[in-house]
């Protein structure tokens, strides 16, 4: 296809070969949580309209409806809304487990002295809400509920924060790391404290049950996917039978279930044997083609694109519904307003998370304490305290296991009230951070530490191809296929960005021919090679990028006639392959820096990720450039402070 061909904003997210469904990046598990967010919105409504309705009894008759699972004389007997709080919502801790695992190993917190400050900030922003719940409890009935004050609700969050902030990835980040930690330590929280007896046999089966689960990742055998959900099928019954709230198994299988790049020689594998089955088409090789393909993607990202919208859109707004039913009059409005459960549970969440966000953030910060650098500038992080102030599931879970009858109603509103003033909070610190003069902006950035790269191997002006700029505060690499179709469309982008932001920009193109896929890809970029032997480089590129269906051998030599090229000299050197270790050199950064298809972009040494049309690339590259060029500031205004 040519690249000039007119395409819609689609097109411009695709990527050649397999890379289109092989990532699962925070943005796509933020999008999903955005939109699931609204449906549990929509959820914990329709729950409090069908308690106050005049059908208020039937919420209660069917929640409370029992559903028994029996094998022989034994079985377990739960009412509806326990087989939700406990069953669905084990698979809601499981992809929160899963999403914490994948950045742990493949996002920015791999390098793990940049996962205490998030850990120190959320022990913070729990430990505040606990000492005000306890202020108006200590020593009353409510006391033992303390522990309903103290998590984030995961998905209500981060859908409130990409209302209010939606271009605050690295927030957004930080934030679901602090309600990641928030859930575990809440989950430890029910096993320990809110588990009224534990018997050791079953919990020693469980104990056995998740070590065979994590064992299973080196048995090479066909069935290991189906004895994987039999172990955890009964690693949750053993739970439940211990005493200890099953919900644990989720978090743990999540976060031990490890997630990795796809291997460049695992996809042109899988490439090669669904090519073997276009040959024969049999069930065994239709059987070994689709193992290839799943066992390229970590176990990690298959279960996040299975799970995930289920969690989001079914799951998570059923506990709502379950859950969010109170049946509000006079009377409870009237001691709601002088509860110590209600006024501990919502002061907790709208004052003491985002004091104890930004309070543990600032005591790990100092020298005395480890000195660590922030992600985040002081404003931002109180807005995302406030926003962590949104609990809401596991609150509610937590309050059903340590209050019942009017003091659950009680403590279910405070939460209702916590998840509702919360975000208000938000937006006023959001809308107070958007009008701060540029100098303050610019210190407070200054005092942040700088992006972890994606990019392995830095732009070098003596070996690397560079369009525009030399010293462009903005750097945009692509990795490229010229026999790709989705980089011919992305051509047409970068010459509109080249033209857009002058002397802003330098673009890098590195060559990643496909080769199991498209057969004339590495003698095209070898091609290149050879004409920018002979300084014709980006004539050549541009001419091959307009030519995609014109890449075979004749081509290539008329290609070099006709931009007037010694072609003796190009074909010889084309013939003899002088080129394909350079060629080579591109392609074993591109496999460090776990680029799987084309085009691939990197922005000032991050990965983009998502689409690649005008608009999208525009926007990431001038906030690439408004950061550069802020930091550039304050590093020249630093000696002046300093003297």
Same mark, same amino acid.
């Given at each position: 296809?040519?690249?000039?061909?007119?395409?819609?904003?689609?097109?411009?997210?695709?990527?050649?070969?397999?890379?289109?469904?092989?990532?699962?990046?925070?943005?796509?598990?933020?999008?999903?949580?955005?939109?699931?967010?609204?449906?549990?919105?929509?959820?914990?409504?329709?729950?409090?309209?069908?308690?106050?309705?005049?059908?208020?009894?039937?919420?209660?008759?069917?929640?409370?409806?029992? $559903?028994?699972?029996?094998?022989?004389?034994?079985?377990?007997?739960?009412?509806?809304?326990?087989?939700?709080?406990?069953?669905?919502?084990?698979?809601?801790?499981?992809?929160?487990?899963?999403?914490?695992?994948?950045? &742990?190993?493949?996002?920015?917190?791999?390098?793990?002295?940049?996962?205490?400050?998030?850990?120190?900030?959320?022990? #913070?922003?729990?430990?505040?809400?606990?000492?005000?719940?306890?202020?108006?409890?200590?020593?009353?009935?409510?006391?033992?509920?303390? +522990?309903?004050?103290?998590?984030?609700?995961?998905?209500?969050? &981060?859908? %409130?924060?990409?209302?209010?902030?939606?271009?605050?990835?690295?927030?957004?980040?930080?934030?679901?790391?602090?309600?990641?930690?928030?859930?575990?330590?809440?989950?430890?929280?029910?096993?320990?404290?809110?588990?009224?007896?534990?018997?050791? !046999?079953? &919990?020693?089966?469980?104990?056995?049950?998740?070590?065979?689960?994590?064992?299973?990742?080196?048995?090479?055998?066909?069935?290991?996917?189906?004895?994987?959900?039999?172990?955890?099928?009964?690693?949750?019954?053993?739970?439940?039978?211990?005493?200890?709230?099953?919900?644990?198994?989720?978090?743990?299988?999540?976060?031990?279930?490890?997630?990795?790049?796809?291997?460049? +020689?695992?996809?042109?594998?899988?490439?090669?044997?669904?090519?073997?089955?276009?040959?024969?088409?049999?069930?065994?090789?239709?059987?070994?083609?689709?193992?290839?393909?799943?066992?390229?993607?970590?176990?990690?990202?298959?279960?996040?694109?299975?799970?995930?919208?289920?969690?989001?859109?079914?799951?998570?707004?059923?506990?709502?519904?379950?859950?969010?039913?109170?049946?509000?009059?006079?009377?409870?409005?009237?001691?709601?307003?002088?509860?110590?459960?209600?006024?501990?549970?919502?002061?907790?969440?709208?004052?003491?998370?985002?004091?104890? %966000? !930004?309070?543990?953030?600032?005591?790990?910060?100092?020298?005395?304490? #480890?000195?660590?650098?922030?992600?985040?500038?002081?404003?931002?992080?109180?807005?995302?305290?406030? %926003?962590? #102030?949104?609990?809401?599931?596991?609150?509610?879970?937590?309050?059903? $296991?340590?209050?019942?009858?009017?003091?659950?109603?009680?403590?279910?509103?405070?939460?209702?009230?916590?998840?509702?003033?919360?975000?208000?909070?938000?937006?006023?610190?959001?809308?107070?951070?958007?009008?701060?003069?540029?100098?303050?902006?610019?210190?407070?950035?200054?005092?942040?530490?700088?992006?972890?790269? *994606?990019?392995?191997?830095?732009?070098?002006?003596?070996?690397?191809?560079?369009?525009?700029?030399?010293?462009?505060?903005?750097?945009?690499?692509?990795?490229? *296929?010229?026999?790709?179709?989705?980089?011919?469309?992305?051509?047409?982008?970068?010459?509109?960005?080249?033209?857009?932001?002058?002397?802003?920009?330098?673009?890098? /193109?590195?060559?990643?021919?496909?080769?199991?896929?498209?057969?004339?890809?590495?003698?095209?970029?070898?091609?290149?090679?050879?004409?920018?032997?002979?300084?014709?480089? /980006?004539?050549?590129?541009?001419?091959?990028?307009?030519?995609?269906?014109?890449?075979?051998?004749? *081509?290539?030599?008329?290609?070099?006639?006709?931009?007037?090229?010694?072609?003796?000299?190009?074909?010889?050197?084309?013939?003899?392959?002088?080129?394909?270790?350079?060629?080579?050199?591109?392609?074993?950064?591109?496999?460090?820096?776990?680029?799987?298809?084309?085009?691939?972009?990197?922005?000032?040494?991050?990965?983009?990720?998502?689409?690649? *049309?005008?608009?999208?690339?525009?926007?990431?590259?001038?906030?690439?450039?408004?950061?550069?060029?802020?930091?550039?500031?304050?590093?020249?205004?630093?000696?002046?402070?300093? +003297?």
């Amino acid at each position: 296809m040519s690249a000039q061909a007119k395409t819609g904003p689609d097109e411009f997210t695709g990527k050649t070969a397999w890379a289109r469904n092989l990532a699962a990046p925070v943005r796509g598990y933020l999008s999903t949580e955005t939109g699931g967010a609204l449906v549990l919105l929509a959820a914990a409504v329709a729950a409090l309209v069908w308690a106050n309705s005049p059908w208020s009894d039937s919420y209660e008759s069917f929640w409370t409806t029992k $559903l028994s699972i029996t094998l022989g004389s034994n079985g377990i007997s739960l009412d509806l809304r326990h087989w939700v709080n406990e069953g669905l919502m084990t698979f809601f801790f499981l992809v929160v487990g899963l999403e914490a695992r994948r950045e &742990l190993d493949t996002g920015e917190l791999r390098e793990r002295q940049r996962l205490a400050l998030p850990v120190a900030a959320a022990l #913070g922003g729990m430990a505040v809400p606990i000492l005000i719940f306890l202020a108006f409890n200590a020593g009353g009935p409510g006391a033992d509920g303390w +522990g309903a004050a103290m998590s984030t609700d995961t998905a209500l969050a &981060l859908g %409130v924060l990409a209302l209010l902030a939606p271009r605050g990835t690295r927030l957004r980040l930080r934030l679901l790391t602090l309600a990641v930690v928030d859930d575990l330590v809440a989950l430890v929280v029910i096993a320990v404290v809110y588990t009224d007896h534990v018997s050791l !046999l079953p &919990l020693l089966l469980a104990v056995g049950f998740f070590g065979v689960l994590v064992g299973l990742r080196w048995v090479p055998f066909a069935w290991r996917n189906q004895l994987a959900i039999l172990l955890g099928v009964a690693l949750w019954v053993a739970l439940f039978e211990s005493g200890i709230d099953p919900l644990v198994a989720g978090l743990a299988i999540g976060l031990v279930t490890t997630a990795y790049q796809p291997a460049r +020689g695992d996809l042109e594998r899988a490439t090669e044997l669904a090519r073997s089955f276009r040959e024969q088409p049999t069930p065994e090789m239709a059987r070994s083609a689709r193992r290839s393909v799943a066992s390229a993607i970590s176990a990690n990202e298959r279960l996040q694109y299975e799970l995930h919208p289920w969690t989001s859109y079914l799951i998570v707004p059923v506990f709502a519904l379950a859950n969010a039913g109170v049946h509000i009059d006079g009377q409870l409005l009237g001691d709601a307003v002088g509860s110590p459960i209600t006024l501990g549970i919502a002061l907790g969440y709208v004052v003491g998370k985002p004091v104890g %966000v !930004l309070g543990a953030t600032w005591l790990a910060s100092r020298r005395l304490f #480890g000195g660590l650098q922030r992600a985040l500038s002081w404003p931002v992080i109180a807005g995302g305290g406030a %926003v962590a #102030g949104v609990g809401f599931t596991v609150s509610i879970l937590i309050s059903s $296991l340590a209050f019942d009858g009017s003091q659950l109603e009680e403590a279910k509103l405070g939460v209702l009230a916590a998840a509702i003033v919360s975000p208000l909070v938000a937006w006023a610190i959001f809308q107070v951070v958007k009008r701060l003069p540029d100098e303050i902006r610019a210190r407070q950035i200054a005092g942040t530490y700088e992006d972890l790269l *994606d990019l392995s191997e830095e732009v070098d002006p003596e070996r690397d191809h560079i369009r525009g700029s030399q010293r462009g505060p903005v750097t945009l690499v692509e990795y490229g *296929d010229y026999e790709c179709p989705y980089c011919g469309r992305a051509e047409v982008v970068v010459r509109e960005l080249l033209d857009s932001f002058g002397d802003d920009l330098r673009y890098v /193109w590195r060559h990643l021919p496909l080769n199991d896929v498209h057969p004339n890809a590495q003698m095209a970029a070898e091609a290149t090679e050879a004409a920018g032997a002979q300084g014709a480089f /980006w004539e050549m590129n541009d001419r091959l990028l307009q030519h995609q269906d014109q890449l075979t051998p004749s *081509d290539l030599r008329r290609h070099a006639e006709e931009l007037g090229l010694d072609v003796d000299r190009f074909w010889d050197e084309l013939r003899r392959r002088e080129y394909a270790g350079r060629v080579a050199d591109d392609v074993a950064s591109a496999d460090v820096s776990g680029v799987a298809g084309t085009p691939g972009f990197f922005i000032n040494g991050r990965r983009h990720q998502g689409a690649y *049309d005008i608009e999208t690339l525009t926007s990431a590259v001038r906030r690439a450039r408004d950061t550069a060029r802020i930091r550039s500031a304050s590093r020249s205004a630093e000696p002046e402070r300093v +003297g």
